[in-house]
């Protein structure tokens, strides 16, 4: 935090810090995700997006858990590097910066909780339907 005006540092840090519960929730819903649309395809439900449908289809749900877990590592790493950004040149292209990243989380935690959601809905439809358990 060499060289950033005494004034600005505590903006950075509560925007780090609020960075930081976004790329835990991210990593929460992912994990949400993981494990309902698991229990969905264990209960007999198709996976509904295409993109997920073929990564389990050609690797596996192994390979599916490596990728959502490689995309939460390639989110954190973005993390870190805008934290770096706002720490070692603080100013308006910083802000603009963190503001992206922190929106880009928000948006991918939504999608992602609308996404368990509804792989909950398909859970409980299957389970009150009779499918094989």
């Known amino acids: 935090m060499a060289g950033a005006p005494i004034g600005r540092l505590p903006g950075l840090v509560r925007q780090s810090r609020r960075l930081a519960v976004w790329l835990g929730l991210l990593g929460l819903a992912e994990l949400t995700d993981l ?3 698991h229990a969905d395809r264990l209960k007999g439900g198709a996976e509904a997006n295409g993109v997920a449908w073929f990564a389990m289809a050609t690797g596996g749900p192994g390979f599916f858990w490596t990728i ?3 995309l939460v590592a ?3 790493a973005l993390v870190l590097l805008v934290i770096r950004f706002g720490r ?3 100013g308006h292209r910083a ?3 963190s503001r992206f990243t922190t929106r880009a989380l928000q948006l991918c935690v ?3 909780t609308i ?3 509804g792989n909950l809905a398909v859970l409980a439809w299957l389970a ?3 499918s094989r358990s």
């Open 88 to 90: 070692s040149s603080p």
């Open 110 to 112: 939504v999608a992602l």
């Open 128 to 130: 009150s339907t009779g």
């Open 95 to 97: 802000a603009v910066a």
């Open 74 to 76: 390639a989110m954190a």
């Open 68 to 70: 959502k877990l490689v």
């Open 115 to 117: 996404s368990s959601i």
């Open 35 to 37: 494990v309902t649309t």
